[in-house]
């Protein structure tokens, strides 16, 4: 058993839930109506936008590699959308529910007046400690980690080895995996989240490989990673392909002094 050689993971292209945040950051709350606040998180489609992103990523794997070994797709109609819109030749899509989005429960779509009226302890927690928040009735980003992201990679360890692998999931299950792959800290995890450098863009791809981009040499697990993600000029109207440099990294162990280091960080709460 082990990883495969490559996963392609892929976020969803802009959901039309997405356009609702995006008008709502706005100042605009109008799409937030008793119908649509009703519709169930795994229901929402693509915009007009979210199938361009797609098509447009699609362009781009397809130059990358033609043929996967397999084909791993959340069964959220948004990521089924996305990973047909890439046009993948002969692609034979598995369904998977552990791919499935973070549940944002009772607060999925809330405008945030009456989430801070209704719920202010929440809100509080959510501002204070965003890594271990839990949404009523839903999930921590901790939760995915330790539970779905780290079932996935035990699935792909037992069913990949060695294997290209092309998946369509969502941007909090991805940050998840990401923390579960690379072993990311808790205070590494949330400088990313915070940071607009590490933005999740729809249709952004972590292609993550055990082969040395550089040497060509194959190691025993992933260990490289480049991020890509569709942009439009907005002159031409023409996409292309925004795409990282590769980075590595690998597991980290912390001495007795490195942990003090880490609690030092944090100061006294009582005098």
Not at 23 to 52: H, K, Y
Not at 89 to 99: D, G, I, K
Not at 208 to 227: E, F, I, M, N
């Amino acid at each position: 058993m082990g990883l495969p050689m490559d996963l392609y993971i892929m976020r969803h292209g802009e959901s039309e839930a997405n356009a609702m945040d995006a008008t709502l950051r706005g100042g605009d709350d109008s799409q937030f109506t008793e119908a649509n606040i009703a519709v169930p998180d795994r229901c929402w489609r693509l915009t007009a936008m979210g199938r361009l992103q797609a098509a447009a990523m699609g362009d781009w794997i397809r130059g990358q590699r033609q043929v996967f070994d397999t084909y791993l797709v959340s069964p959220y109609t948004r990521t089924r959308e996305t990973a047909a819109l890439l046009k993948l030749p002969n692609a034979q899509w598995l369904e998977t529910r552990t791919m499935r989005e973070r549940s944002l429960g009772e607060i999925v779509t809330i405008v945030p007046e009456e989430y801070q009226r209704d719920y202010r302890r929440n809100a509080i927690l959510r501002r204070e400690d965003p890594m271990y928040w839990r949404a009523p009735a839903g999930d921590s980003i901790a939760d995915v980690a330790d539970v779905r992201a780290s079932a996935f990679v035990r699935w792909l360890d037992a069913n990949a080895d060695g294997q290209e692998v092309m998946a369509v999931a969502h941007g909090d299950f991805m940050h998840a995996l990401m923390m579960v792959l690379e072993d990311l800290s808790d205070e590494e995890f949330m400088f990313r989240i915070s940071n607009r450098s590490w933005e999740f863009h729809n249709c952004i791809c972590l292609h993550y490989t055990r082969r040395d981009p550089k040497t060509g040499h194959v190691g025993a697990t992933l260990s490289w990673v480049q991020t890509a993600w569709p942009e439009q000029d907005s002159r031409t109207g023409q996409w292309s392909t925004h795409v990282e440099a590769w980075r590595t990294f690998q597991r980290t162990k912390l001495s007795n002094e490195d942990l003090m280091e880490k609690v030092r960080a944090i100061k006294p709460h009582l005098n």
